[in-house]
């Protein structure tokens, strides 16, 4: 599968814990969690940095309807 980006060498955090590995991302949306993926148009590198796939900013992204100001 070609996936648009691939963000690679970062440490995933879930309800499973943490893991050393990459997010593959396609049409905006998350299409896989694994080591070592390949086929992407961009690679990121997130050597060091925690990645947390799915989670939601509730302070940005739910402020409308209300709050829209900030």
């Known amino acids: 599968m070609q996936y648009d980006i691939v963000i690679k060498n970062g440490t995933t955090v879930s309800s499973a ?11 905006g949306k998350i299409a896989a969690l694994a080591q070592e993926i390949r086929g992407a ?3 990121l590198d997130a050597e060091s940095l925690f990645l947390l796939p799915g989670l939601i900013d509730a302070h940005v992204h739910f402020r ?3 709050l ?3």
């Open 17 to 27: 814990g943490r893991v050393r590995q990459d997010v593959a991302i396609k049409d």
């Open 64 to 66: 409308d309807p209300g």
């Open 41 to 43: 148009e961009r690679e």
């Open 68 to 70: 829209t100001h900030k």
